[in-house]
């Protein structure tokens, strides 16, 4: 593979609101940008218009990533366009309350597929590729603070989110020195309250800093890692504190 001078990031779940607002701050660091879309045309070709006004060369692929063929074509066109790999950012999601009883298969792999399966092959391909260059190289998957919290009506959901987290400490074991791996777990995000089954008002209260997070505190967290060289296999819950009780 050869390696040109533009850094490339190639970033799954872009087109939704916090996903564009760090896929847009990546492009300001200077990278050309490849992210996937599955659900919404419309909102993927919003999202790129944007990404473009930074990174006229970004491109983008539909791509189911519950589904493995469909990350290995998205990884087929991404070297039709790109010829590096610098940053991955895992941050397709799936979520929707389940009760814990009335859980049906479907469900569970609408979840678990997509938000662990996902992400698993994801940072398979992208690790295939890494390896290969002759610089270091980053990984940051998205995960929740529901990972290390217990909260009603989400099992498969926050299940998912433990597993990435997991996985993303295997990864950065296996691939040091050449590839860092951390995840960033978003408290209850401004763009997306209500995530636990809380009133705003009852998140508040359980948020030493009193607010909820705002996208750019997520951004701060992804430029943090994309700078740092000496940081792998970490969990940084942007919560707020909220961990803390």
């Known amino acids: 593979m050869g390696v040109s001078g533009k850094k490339v990031c190639f970033m799954t779940g ?3 609101k916090l996903g564009r607002e760090i896929a847009l701050a990546i492009a300001g660091q200077g990278y050309s940008i490849f992210f996937t879309w599955n659900s919404s ?22 791509c189911d ?14 070297g ?9 950012v895992a941050s397709a999601s799936n979520f929707f309350r389940t009760d814990l009883l009335e859980v ?13 399966k996902g992400t698993f092959f994801t940072m398979q391909q992208a690790a295939r590729i890494m390896l290969r260059q ?12 529901s990972a290390g919290l217990v909260w009603r009506n989400f099992a498969p959901y926050t299940v998912s989110k433990s597993g990435i987290q997991h996985l993303t400490r295997i990864f950065a074991r296996e691939t040091a020195p050449r590839i860092l ?54 969990v940084i819950n942007v919560d707020g504190g909220r961990m803390l009780f």
């Open 14 to 16: 872009a087109s939704g």
């Open 41 to 62: 045309e419309e909102q993927a070709n919003e999202a790129l218009d944007q990404i473009r006004w930074v990174s006229p060369e970004s491109q983008m692929a539909r």
């Open 65 to 78: 990533v519950s589904k493995t063929g469909d990350i290995s074509q998205a990884f087929r066109v991404f």
């Open 80 to 88: 039709q366009h790109f010829d590096r790999l610098d940053l991955l």
């Open 104 to 116: 049906t298969e479907e469900q569970w792999h609408s979840l678990v597929d997509t938000n662990l």
């Open 134 to 145: 002759p610089f270091l190289s980053r990984m940051i998957t998205m995960t929740d603070v």
């Open 181 to 234: 791996v951390n995840s960033i777990a978003p408290g209850t995000i401004s763009a997306y309250p209500g995530r636990d089954d809380e009133p705003e008002s009852g998140l508040i209260e359980k948020i030493p800093l009193q607010r909820l997070g705002d996208p750019m505190d997520i951004v701060g967290a992804v430029k943090f890692l994309m700078e740092s060289e000496y940081v792998t296999g970490q």
